[in-house]
C-alpha cells in the first residue's frame, strides 16, 4: 500500500506506522482516510502483534488541518468531526497494542490520536495541549473521554477548561503521557517496551487488552464476566499448551499464535 501521509515498516510482528505530513503532521480528510484504510490493514492481519506510532518532524501532530477547516461549511465541519472521531475511536479499539512513540508536541486531535493508543512515550522538550476552548470550540475526537478516563476527571477539566499548553513534565505528573525521555531515546524506549510485549503470547496479549477496554466502564460483577469469557478463549489454545511444555523443558515458549 502507498500513503501519501504515513510511512510503514514491518518488521517480526510489529508495524511501525510514521505520520508524516510536514510541516506540523496536521490531519486533514486525506490523512483520516489513509488512517482508516491501515486500521482496516491492521484488522485484517493476524500475524501482526504490536503497533508503533511515531511521527517526522519536531511535533507529533498539531491536530486538525485549520487551513482546509476554514473552507468548509458548519455541515462540512460538523461531517469532519464525526470522521475523526469514529477514526479515532477505531483506532483505539485496535485488538492490538499500539504504544505512541511522540517525537514532538501533540495539540488538539494530535493529542486526542495519542491518547487512543494504550502507552504514550514523550520526548522530554514536547510540548501537549487542548487549545479547543480558546478557539471556540470543544475536543471533538474522544479528548473529553478519553482524558478523564486516563487522567482523572480534576486534571481532564484542567486541560480541556483552560486551553493550555502543558510541559512533558507536567503531562507525566498528570498521567497524560507513560514516559518522558531525551528526544533521541523516544523511539528506543517504545521498541524496547515492544519487544516485551512481544515475549507474551499474542492470543493471550489480545485477549487480555479486550478484557481491560472492555470492563473499564462496566461494574466488577460484569467486568469479571468480561475476563472469564476472554480467558475461556485462552483455553484451548496451541499457545497455552506451548506455555506449559517450555516451563517443564526449561525454556522460552515459541508462539505461533493459535
Known amino acids: 500500500m502507498e500513503f501519501h501521509n504515513f510511512q510503514m515498516q514491518e518488521r517480526n510482528g510489529q508495524l511501525i506506522l510514521v505520520l ?7 490531519l486533514n480528510s486525506e490523512t483520516l ?13 493476524d500475524d501482526l502483534r504490536i503497533v508503533i506510532l511515531t511521527n517526522t518532524g519536531h511535533v507529533f501532530c498539531a491536530g486538525a488541518d485549520l487551513k482546509e477547516r476554514q473552507g468548509m461549511s458548519d455541515e462540512e465541519v460538523q461531517e469532519f468531526v464525526t470522521t475523526i472521531q469514529n477514526t479515532l475511536y477505531s483506532w483505539y479499539n485496535l485488538e492490538i497494542p499500539t504504544i505512541c512513540a511522540m517525537q514532538g508536541g501533540a495539540f488538539g486531535g494530535g493529542l486526542e490520536l495519542a491518547l487512543m493508543c ?3 512515550i514523550l520526548s522530554e522538550e514536547a510540548e501537549l495541549g487542548f487549545r479547543e476552548t480558546r478557539l ?4 471533538g475526537a474522544g479528548g473529553t473521554q478519553r482524558l478523564s478516563r486516563i487522567a482523572g476527571e480534576s486534571a481532564a477539566l484542567k486541560w480541556i477548561l ?5 510541559t512533558a513534565s507536567e503531562a507525566l505528573a498528570d ?14 524506549e517504545a521498541e524496547s517496551l515492544s519487544r516485551e510485549i512481544l515475549q507474551a503470547a499474542p492470543i493471550a496479549v489480545r485477549q487480555a487488552k479486550q478484557a481491560i477496554k472492555s470492563g473499564l466502564e462496566k461494574e466488577y460483577s460484569e467486568g469479571l464476566a468480561i475476563e472469564q469469557e476472554c480467558y475461556q478463549l485462552t483455553i484451548p489454545t496451541r499457545d497455552r499448551k506451548e506455555a506449559l511444555a517450555a516451563f517443564a523443558e526449561k525454556r522460552k515458549p515459541r508462539w505461533n499464535g493459535e
Open 162 to 166: 483552560t486551553g493550555k499548553t502543558f
Open 175 to 188: 498521567r497524560v503521557v507513560d514516559q518522558v525521555v531525551e528526544a533521541d531515546l523516544v523511539m528506543e
Open 118 to 120: 494504550d502507552f504514550r
Open 33 to 45: 482516510r489513509e488512517l482508516q484504510q491501515l486500521i482496516e490493514y491492521i484488522q485484517s492481519r
Open 136 to 139: 471556540g470550540i470543544i475536543p
Open 20 to 26: 508524516d505530513r510536514p510541516p506540523v503532521n496536521a
